[in-house]
């Protein structure tokens, strides 16, 4: 449950395919989109959870391929969801680029830029048994997703 120090090369592939897209999106970001006023208690959990679940998602071993005999279903139902999220971003870059678009739910998933990646990272880290990245996913979870939340009630009321 502790997890095995070690490189992880899986972890590297979810990484690189959640840090891809936005880092796309920086020049792509919503017509009217502002981070300021954004809540501190989820900005701080939102930066410490980024910063824990990069760490133990390149850290733990436990994560490779070599735990896919004996929990396959785990690793493939996170890679869906980071799937869905890659077509969530797909959808979103063929978009007019606005808030309501950014903030669109996915197959029938709420605020799923926010939402898949946590769920994926959450599922990654029941296949690698680390719990480390279950408390760092939970983390990232309530801050990335209560900013979005915010995001999103602010758009309502506008």
Not at 59 to 80: E, S, V
């Amino acid at each position: 449950m502790t997890g095995h120090f070690g490189f992880s090369y899986t972890g590297l592939i979810f990484l690189l395919l959640l840090f891809i897209p936005n880092i796309i999106w920086t020049g792509k970001k919503p017509q009217g989109y502002t981070s300021q006023n954004e809540n501190k208690f989820f900005l701080l959990f939102e930066r410490t959870g980024e910063i824990l679940v990069t760490i133990c998602t390149l850290i733990f071993q436990d994560f490779n391929l070599h735990n896919i005999r004996t929990r396959p279903g785990w690793l493939a139902a996170a890679f869906i969801f980071m799937v869905m999220y890659e077509l969530w971003w797909i959808r979103y870059f063929k978009s007019e680029h606005t808030l309501p678009d950014f903030y669109s739910s996915f197959l029938g998933i709420p605020l799923a830029g926010a939402t898949l990646p946590v769920i994926s990272f959450f599922l990654l880290s029941i296949y690698g048994k680390v719990i480390w990245l279950s408390i760092a996913t939970i983390i990232l979870g309530i801050g990335h997703i209560g900013i979005h939340i915010q995001h999103k009630m602010e758009l309502k009321n506008t």
